[in-house]
């Protein structure tokens, strides 16, 4: 049941990820790694597109709830 999301957003998401890591040098400390996966992080999530994302859940949610409308 969850694999519309896991294809539909965490695919997308893993793959932005793994696109900013050649664009950008590794950090050196711990907390420059930190800071720097929510950085990739938020830029990836940006990327994906709000109608990606709102097309997953309605391929996840059982049928029963098909008639409830999402934004």
Known sequence: MYQPLDVGVMGLLKSSLRSTW???????????????????????????DEGTVCSSFKK????????????
């Open 22 to 48: 050649v664009y950008r040098k590794s950090p050196k400390t711990a907390m420059e790694k930190r800071l720097d996966i929510i950085e990739r992080t938020i830029i990836a999530w940006n990327s994906i």
């Open 60 to 71: 996840a949610i059982p049928r029963q709830f098909e008639a409830v409308e999402f934004l």
